[in-house]
């Protein structure tokens, strides 16, 4: 994680898209006058708003933490993906 203040990352603009988008990186824009913000990808984003979906109904959070249980245990079938 880069943190940078306001004229920094407003001066290596590019740079710093960069990182987010290049790297995955997440970089903090420090504001003397207002509130800190985070520029992370838009792939990033979307991921962890999909977390907090999946994560945010019991019956499917419980679902999920059971097939990670089952996968632990050895209790999956391996196949292989089919090409198209």
Do not use: C, P, W
């Not at 960069?18 to 990808?41: A, L, W």
Request: overall charge positive; cysteine-free; charged content about 30%.
């Amino acid at each position: 994680m880069r943190v940078v203040n306001y004229t920094e990352f407003r001066n290596h603009l590019a740079e710093n898209l960069n990182v987010v988008n290049d790297d995955g990186g997440v970089v903090v824009v420090s504001r003397s006058k207002g509130k800190n913000v985070v520029v992370m990808s838009l792939e990033e984003y979307n991921s962890i708003q999909e977390t907090l979906y999946l994560n945010s109904n019991k019956i499917n959070r419980k679902r999920l933490d059971d097939a990670v249980k089952e996968m632990n245990k050895g209790k999956f079938v391996k196949r292989k993906l089919i090409e198209k």
